[in-house]
């Protein structure tokens, strides 16, 4: 079967059996690509390019995959979001996260699909520096060449030389749109897989930065006026009594340790909380948890500690957060604030607790309650 047909028959099968990939598809023109800057496929946020060649050493499926890749690179803005990255680099994380997701999806990669089961659900901006890392350490990071010999060669670099801002803000636009539009045809077909509608989902809702999303809603806590806080049904005494709290907080910072938390991420995320720490005066109960809270926690840090600690992460079974709140209505008042740090795929409380709940989630699961900030940035 001779490239284009073979291309053809494979749109056609996306259209019928993945409509939301099969519409995103259908929005790239096909063209043989002339020189070596594509040697697979490639697209530059308009134009699906493709090697004759390789095209035809696929079956049906494998073509499906590989035409599939390019049009969700464009859907997820990657020719958009490269920023002053390496572009070498930057494509293979693009590429291992649409791979990831495209498998999730149950679509058959070719042999040249570069994929990583570490890398699941984490975004192209995620996986970037842990392949520097792997550059780093392995010393190819700045090689001669790095930035011309990559896996596929995708022309994205034309894009970003050749467009002016304003016109790479409209195409962008534009596959946002698409984006938008393809979802809900294949919503209405009753065939958007979970996993695409959190995508869809997570990508389509308003960003902002989770750094000052959370200094905002921590410093909405802090407080210089009188506390009717209910005390501890331990105490058996039902009266509420007025306290004087000034702009003292006292926080339960909880970390998910189930392994799906990078030691990385959990120093920056501590960085952040000393920073804000610093800011309104918080006493924190620090509490690490999977399936149970670990040992020697809580870890309290006064007003006047710094927030410095190693995270000693010790967990990596299954992930649980009852057992942060069953602890928390054991102490003798609840918390202004408790701030849960998690990709939120655990067993959740029946009920919501009757103080505030800050989740910081990584990934693209919803939480049931409370206040959720993204962490994909």
């Known amino acids: 079967m001779d490239a284009i047909t073979q291309m053809a028959a494979a749109r056609t099968r996306l259209i019928l059996d993945k409509p939301f990939l099969g519409a995103l598809a259908l929005r790239l023109p096909l063209v043989e690509a002339e020189d070596d800057r594509c040697r697979t496929t490639g697209c530059d946020g308009k134009t699906l390019y493709y090697r004759r060649a390789y095209i035809e050493s696929l079956d049906i499926p494998q073509t499906q995959f590989a035409l599939s890749r390019e049009a969700l690179h464009c859907a997820l803005l990657h020719f958009h979001r490269r920023g002053h990255r390496d572009r070498r680099l930057w494509e293979q994380a693009c590429d291992y996260a649409v791979n990831a997701i495209l498998i999730e ?55 970003e030389q050749g467009m002016r801002p304003r016109d790479m803000e409209i195409l962008a636009t534009q596959w946002q749109q698409r984006l938008a539009a393809a979802a809900q045809q294949a919503l209405q077909a009753g065939k958007l897989s979970a996993a695409l509608a959190r995508l869809v989902d997570s990508f389509l809702q308003p960003k902002l930065p989770w750094r000052g999303l959370l200094a905002h809603h921590l410093s909405a806590t802090a407080r210089n006026d009188y506390s009717y806080a209910r005390p501890s049904s331990r105490r058996g005494d039902p009266a509420v009594f007025p306290g004087l709290r000034s702009d003292e907080v006292d926080l339960v910072v909880a970390v998910d340790t189930s392994g799906s938390i990078r030691e990385a991420e959990i120093d920056e995320f501590f960085a952040e909380i000393n920073a804000i720490k610093g800011q309104i005066r918080a006493r924190i109960a620090l509490v690490c948890c999977d399936a149970e809270i670990a040992a020697d926690f809580p870890v309290y840090f006064e007003a006047w500690d710094d927030f410095d600690f190693e995270p000693r992460i010790s967990g990596g079974g299954g992930t649980d957060f009852r057992p942060v709140f069953d602890w928390i209505d054991r102490q003798d008042r609840p918390p202004d604030t408790l701030v849960y740090f998690t990709d939120a795929c655990g067993a959740f409380p029946e009920h919501e607790p009757a103080y505030p709940t800050l989740w910081l989630v990584k990934g693209g699961e919803d939480v049931p309650f409370g206040a959720r900030i993204q962490l994909n940035e």
């Not at 392949?131 to 990559?150: F, I």
């Open 105 to 159: 999806d149950g679509l058959q990669p070719p042999p040249d699909a570069q994929y990583r089961p570490e890398f699941d659900g984490l975004t192209a901006e995620e996986i970037y520096p842990l392949l520097l890392n792997d550059e780093a350490e392995s010393g190819r990071l700045g090689s001669p060449g790095d930035g011309d010999d990559d896996a596929r060669q995708s022309p994205q670099l034309e894009i």
